[in-house]
Protein backbone atom coordinates (compact mmCIF):
# COMPACT_ATOMS: atom_id res chain seq x y z
CA UNK A 1 0.00 0.00 0.00
CA UNK A 2 1.38 3.32 -0.87
CA UNK A 3 -0.76 5.88 0.89
CA UNK A 4 -0.04 7.62 4.11
CA UNK A 5 -3.29 8.05 4.64
CA UNK A 6 -6.60 6.28 3.32
CA UNK A 7 -7.64 8.40 0.22
CA UNK A 8 -10.61 10.57 0.49
CA UNK A 9 -11.77 10.05 -2.62
CA UNK A 10 -15.03 12.10 -1.90
CA UNK A 11 -13.07 15.11 0.08
CA UNK A 12 -10.76 15.49 -3.16
CA UNK A 13 -13.87 15.56 -5.66
CA UNK A 14 -15.58 17.79 -3.45
CA UNK A 15 -12.49 20.16 -3.65
CA UNK A 16 -11.69 19.50 -7.45
CA UNK A 17 -15.25 20.94 -7.97
CA UNK A 18 -14.43 24.56 -7.50
CA UNK A 19 -11.22 24.69 -9.64
CA UNK A 20 -9.92 23.37 -13.27
CA UNK A 21 -10.66 19.76 -12.24
CA UNK A 22 -14.36 20.45 -11.90
CA UNK A 23 -14.63 22.85 -14.80
CA UNK A 24 -13.37 19.87 -16.85
CA UNK A 25 -15.23 17.25 -15.26
CA UNK A 26 -12.45 15.58 -13.70
CA UNK A 27 -13.78 12.98 -11.42
CA UNK A 28 -11.64 10.67 -8.80
CA UNK A 29 -13.40 7.06 -9.23
CA UNK A 30 -10.54 4.60 -7.22
CA UNK A 31 -7.46 4.33 -4.94
CA UNK A 32 -6.02 0.87 -5.07
CA UNK A 33 -3.21 -0.16 -3.51
CA UNK A 34 -1.08 1.37 -5.54
CA UNK A 35 -3.12 3.16 -8.09
CA UNK A 36 -5.45 5.84 -8.48
CA UNK A 37 -8.09 6.01 -11.15
CA UNK A 38 -10.44 8.76 -12.50
CA UNK A 39 -12.60 9.77 -15.66
CA UNK A 40 -12.81 13.17 -17.72
CA UNK A 41 -15.82 13.91 -20.12
CA UNK A 42 -15.08 14.21 -23.73
CA UNK A 43 -17.45 16.90 -24.40
CA UNK A 44 -17.53 21.00 -25.42
CA UNK A 45 -15.17 21.33 -22.65
CA UNK A 46 -12.54 19.42 -23.31
CA UNK A 47 -12.11 19.55 -27.13
CA UNK A 48 -10.13 21.25 -29.45
CA UNK A 49 -11.97 23.94 -32.47
CA UNK A 50 -11.35 19.93 -34.52
CA UNK A 51 -13.57 18.54 -32.04
CA UNK A 52 -11.26 15.95 -30.51
CA UNK A 53 -10.17 15.83 -27.24
CA UNK A 54 -7.62 18.48 -26.69
CA UNK A 55 -3.82 17.41 -26.13
CA UNK A 56 -3.70 20.43 -23.26
CA UNK A 57 -6.65 19.02 -21.51
CA UNK A 58 -5.09 15.15 -21.38
CA UNK A 59 -2.35 16.44 -19.59
CA UNK A 60 -4.11 18.42 -17.30
CA UNK A 61 -5.89 15.27 -16.13
CA UNK A 62 -2.75 13.42 -16.10
CA UNK A 63 -1.40 15.89 -13.52
CA UNK A 64 -4.44 16.10 -11.80
CA UNK A 65 -4.49 12.05 -11.17
CA UNK A 66 -0.48 12.55 -10.21
CA UNK A 67 -1.02 15.40 -8.23
CA UNK A 68 -3.80 13.40 -6.00
CA UNK A 69 -2.24 10.96 -5.53
CA UNK A 70 1.18 12.37 -4.49
CA UNK A 71 -0.63 14.24 -2.38
CA UNK A 72 -1.51 11.43 -0.21
CA UNK A 73 1.59 9.42 -0.27
CA UNK A 74 3.10 11.74 1.68
CA UNK A 75 3.11 12.83 5.36
CA UNK A 76 0.29 15.78 5.38
CA UNK A 77 1.78 17.19 8.33
CA UNK A 78 5.42 17.73 7.38
CA UNK A 79 5.32 17.66 3.69
CA UNK A 80 3.27 18.69 0.30
CA UNK A 81 4.27 18.00 -3.20
CA UNK A 82 4.55 20.16 -6.30
CA UNK A 83 4.83 19.24 -10.48
CA UNK A 84 7.83 19.37 -11.27
CA UNK A 85 7.67 18.32 -15.08
CA UNK A 86 5.27 16.55 -17.08
CA UNK A 87 5.19 14.90 -20.76
CA UNK A 88 3.03 13.44 -23.14
CA UNK A 89 2.30 11.81 -26.11
CA UNK A 90 -1.35 11.41 -27.38
CA UNK A 91 -1.27 8.28 -29.72
CA UNK A 92 -5.22 8.45 -30.29
CA UNK A 93 -7.94 10.92 -30.78
CA UNK A 94 -11.16 10.33 -29.27
CA UNK A 95 -14.05 12.53 -30.06
CA UNK A 96 -17.43 11.58 -27.78
CA UNK A 97 -17.66 9.65 -24.61
CA UNK A 98 -15.43 9.70 -21.87
CA UNK A 99 -11.54 8.77 -20.92
CA UNK A 100 -10.38 6.60 -17.83
CA UNK A 101 -7.19 7.57 -16.37
CA UNK A 102 -4.79 5.56 -14.16
CA UNK A 103 -1.50 7.27 -12.06
CA UNK A 104 1.03 4.68 -10.90
CA UNK A 105 4.33 5.31 -8.98
CA UNK A 106 7.95 4.61 -11.20
CA UNK A 107 9.54 6.02 -7.91
CA UNK A 108 8.67 7.55 -4.47
CA UNK A 109 11.61 9.09 -2.60
CA UNK A 110 11.88 11.78 0.06
CA UNK A 111 12.40 14.39 -2.15
CA UNK A 112 10.57 13.40 -5.73
CA UNK A 113 7.89 10.98 -7.17
CA UNK A 114 7.44 10.07 -10.83
CA UNK A 115 4.38 9.03 -11.78
CA UNK A 116 3.21 7.00 -14.82
CA UNK A 117 -0.38 7.89 -16.09
CA UNK A 118 -2.23 6.48 -19.00
CA UNK A 119 -5.68 7.67 -20.58
CA UNK A 120 -7.80 5.11 -21.98
CA UNK A 121 -10.94 5.50 -24.29
CA UNK A 122 -14.32 3.40 -23.60
CA UNK A 123 -13.23 0.80 -25.47
CA UNK A 124 -10.04 0.87 -23.33
CA UNK A 125 -7.45 1.59 -26.20
CA UNK A 126 -4.81 3.84 -25.07
CA UNK A 127 -5.43 7.51 -25.48
CA UNK A 128 -2.22 9.30 -24.42
CA UNK A 129 0.92 8.32 -21.93
CA UNK A 130 2.33 10.28 -19.60
CA UNK A 131 5.20 10.61 -17.01
CA UNK A 132 4.72 13.17 -14.17
CA UNK A 133 7.80 14.53 -11.80
CA UNK A 134 6.56 15.62 -8.61
CA UNK A 135 8.81 17.68 -5.82
CA UNK A 136 8.39 16.57 -2.58
CA UNK A 137 8.48 19.66 -0.16
CA UNK A 138 9.07 20.66 3.42
CA UNK A 139 6.01 22.28 4.94
CA UNK A 140 2.20 20.99 5.53
CA UNK A 141 -0.14 21.85 3.30
CA UNK A 142 -3.58 20.06 4.03
CA UNK A 143 -5.66 19.12 1.17
Known amino acids: MIWHLPFPIDLVNQKGKACANGHLGIEILEAGEDFLRGRMPVDP ?18 ETLASWAAAYVVD ?20 SGWVHGEARPLHIGRSSHVW ?3 IYNDAGQLVCISRVTMAVLQGSMRY
Not at 45 to 62: I, K, N, Y
Not at 76 to 86: A, L, N, R
Open 116 to 118: EVK
Open 76 to 95: PDHFHCVGQEINANHVRAVT
Open 45 to 62: RTRQPAGVLHGGVSVAFC
